[in-house]
């Protein structure tokens, strides 16, 4: 969601009361085109309203002033000026502030297929949105091959071994990719887990086989209803 950076484009008021009118209404207009209800909008809007408002400087609210000027003449406010002046910065962290108070990170899915588990999360350090599938016992990789992994990654070298996925969603056209192995052998990831998680969104089942050597593991999910709409992963807003 970054619905906020329209105000880059546009500008807010000197006054102070004019600048709360001014956020509240871009802010709330640029929810229009979500699926974010209006009470939920209008509290998130307010959040970060009042933290831009109480953080602008003299500068930055002649700034947003010429902006509102150049809007109500019909001209294209300076986006550069916005920049310049750090009003860009104080809305995305007036943003990033109000998102981590109001939608803190959506506890982990969990979705067992037999002995295989698929589990959608937020990973710890990265803070992007993780998808794996374990099972317990799996070897993808011999014992030889996690010697050679551990060397390897001793010498700086901390490329991964991959495994042959392929997925069917909803019975569509199957789809081979390559999935990250973990250095246990028994979890693997796609390489674009945003992206997985989407697709899973809406459907109703997800057929699942890997292919490693002679290993294979196959098993289908039943993810209707599993993921609610607003489920976000690492937090923020989601559509």
Same mark, same amino acid.
């Given at each position: 969601m970054r619905v906020l950076l329209l105000l880059l484009l546009i500008g807010t008021p000197t006054a102070?009361?004019?600048?709360?009118?001014?956020?509240?209404?871009? &802010? #709330?207009?640029?929810? /229009? *085109? /979500?699926?974010?209800? *209006?009470? =939920?909008?209008? +509290?998130? &809007?307010?959040?970060?309203?009042?933290?831009?408002?109480?953080?602008?400087?003299?500068?930055?609210? +002649? /700034? !947003? @002033?010429?902006?509102?000027?150049? !809007?109500?003449?019909?001209? /294209?406010?300076?986006?550069?000026?916005?920049?310049?002046?750090?009003?860009?910065?104080?809305?995305?962290?007036?943003?990033?502030?109000?998102?981590?108070?109001?939608?803190?990170?959506?506890?982990? #899915?969990? #979705?067992?297929?037999?002995? !295989?588990?698929?589990?959608?999360? &937020? =990973?710890? =350090? @990265? +803070?992007?949105p993780q998808a794996f599938v374990y099972r317990s016992g799996m070897a993808l990789l011999s014992k030889a091959e996690q010697r050679n992994l551990d060397q390897r990654m001793l010498k700086g070298n901390f490329d991964p071994e991959y495994a042959k996925v392929t997925t069917v969603i909803d019975g569509r056209a199957p789809k081979t990719e390559n999935w990250e192995i973990d250095l246990t052998g028994e979890i693997v990831s796609p390489q674009n887990s945003a992206q997985f998680i989407d697709q899973l969104r809406a459907a109703a089942t997800m057929s699942l086989s890997i292919e490693r050597g002679v290993k294979r593991e196959a098993g289908t999910f039943q993810v209707r209803g599993k993921i609610p709409s607003r489920w976000a992963p690492c937090g923020g807003v989601s559509h």
């Open positions: 102070a009361d004019e600048a709360v009118r001014f956020l509240d209404q871009v &802010c #709330i207009q640029g929810f /229009t *085109k /979500t699926t974010m209800p *209006k009470g =939920e909008a209008t +509290r998130f &809007c307010a959040c970060v309203r009042d933290d831009v408002v109480s953080r602008l400087s003299n500068e930055q609210r +002649r /700034t !947003l @002033s010429a902006a509102q000027e150049d !809007l109500a003449r019909g001209r /294209t406010p300076s986006a550069e000026r916005l920049v310049s002046t750090g009003v860009r910065d104080l809305v995305v962290a007036g943003q990033a502030r109000c998102e981590a108070a109001f939608y803190p990170p959506s506890a982990p #899915i969990n #979705i067992v297929s037999g002995p !295989l588990q698929l589990t959608l999360r &937020c =990973e710890e =350090e @990265s +803070r992007q």
